[in-house]
């Protein structure tokens, strides 16, 4: 199941690129899944996946919370909480 992956601000900083396609292995089952499979690409995934917590999701432009499946997703992004102002 191939994924268009997007990253925005420091996210996209740490890994170097705003985005990719990817093909996840058949275990990663949940956006949560996806970002610890991530995590082990390097150095830059490292750094930006490091604490979940962190992170915001949004599954085919919603956003969602990070327990959500990504079966059938088509496109994924992953950023820092959004503020206001």
């Given at each position: 199941?191939?994924?268009?992956?997007l990253y925005f601000?420091?996210?996209?900083?740490?890994?170097g690129?705003?985005?990719e396609r990817v093909d996840p292995p058949a275990g990663v089952a949940t956006v949560a899944d996806l970002v610890d499979?991530?995590?082990g690409r390097g150095e830059g995934y490292a750094?930006?996946?490091?604490?979940?917590?962190?992170?915001r999701a949004a599954v085919d432009?919603?956003?969602?919370?990070?327990?959500t499946p990504i079966?059938?997703?088509?496109?994924?992004a992953?950023?820092?909480p959004v503020t206001g102002g």
């Open positions: 199941m191939a994924v268009e992956l601000a420091w996210v996209r900083e740490a890994i690129q705003a985005g499979w991530l995590r750094t930006a996946f490091a604490d979940r917590q962190r992170l432009q919603a956003f969602v919370p990070l327990d079966a059938g997703a088509r496109e994924i992953l950023f820092p």
